[in-house]
């Protein structure tokens, strides 16, 4: 034990110590080696062997079917659970097609709803016909006139339907007649040109007016005038429409 601690020979003791370490060390470095060699070797095989790692079988089925692969092969429900996606994919283009089918019919099927806005604006209607009923005949003239004097008479019709309608008058719905007694002195139907046609659009309690003249002698007919001049005395002018009330006026004729 004292020769371990304490060399003994011809040299210094300092060099048997560098001796002793140099072996120690060596001896130490070729442990770390091995040992690190062990650990690398240990880690370096646990590396080499991965898990193997499956090829995507699904795309190598769907290009080629008939083609083998050295990759693990899927289970059979997971090419079930593919086929199933295939189908439901295939039924939701249907329905897809279906719909923009039904969509393409809806939008080419004519609407019946009539369309609110008109085309084109409706025109006015055109007010009726007065009902003869509807017109009330006016007559205004000379009452006192000396015997072959001309009188000028006045004449309207009244509307009084309570809306616009349209007075129509002529020699065939009017007359204007002058007696004394039963006696027929004068009167319009013995002469066309006696009584102007009218035809005018008149609004409630609004009138058409116009005027004719007696020339104070007795007619005939064909618009001829007699030599007579009736004599003085009371006469009566009788204004009257077809369908409508007769309005009178009693004149006197003196000498």
Known sequence: MSGVLHPVGPEPEETYWLRRAIVVGSFLVL????VALWVNSASTGTAAAPPPVAAPAAETVSESPSSTTTSAPQPSGSTAAKSGGGASSGAASARTGSKAEASSKSSTKPSTKPSTKPS???APK?????????????LGGDRRLKTGQPD????????????TCVVEVDRHSFALTIFSGSDRIWSSDDCRTAVRPITREVAAEKAVVWSMTWDGRRSEEGCKVAPEV??????????KLDGAAPVRMRMVLRD
């Open 120 to 122: 084109e604006k409706a």
């Open 31 to 34: 442990v770390i080696l091995v």
């Open 152 to 163: 000028r008479f006045r004449l309207s019709l009244v509307n009084g339907s309570g809306a």
């Open 230 to 239: 009736p004599r003085a005395g009371t006469y009566e002018a009788t204004a």
């Open 126 to 138: 055109a007010p009726a016909t007065c009902a003869p009923g509807d017109l009330r005949t006016t």
